[in-house]
């Protein structure tokens, strides 16, 4: 399971990279970076909790 949310993680990242030098206009980047940030910072808090 935590390998999984691992990769997961990895993807956000990978995802957070296209947001930060994509075309869309600077406000709708920087939403979409933040959504991105709150989504793995959930993802870590989840996998503080698997043993």
Known sequence: M????QEVMNMLRKLQ???DFGATPAAEREE???DVSDIMD???EAM???P
Do not use: P
């Open 2 to 5: 935590k390998a999984e949310l």
């Open 17 to 19: 990279g296209s947001i």
């Open 48 to 50: 503080k909790k698997i």
């Open 42 to 44: 959930a993802l870590f």
């Open 32 to 34: 979409l970076a933040g």
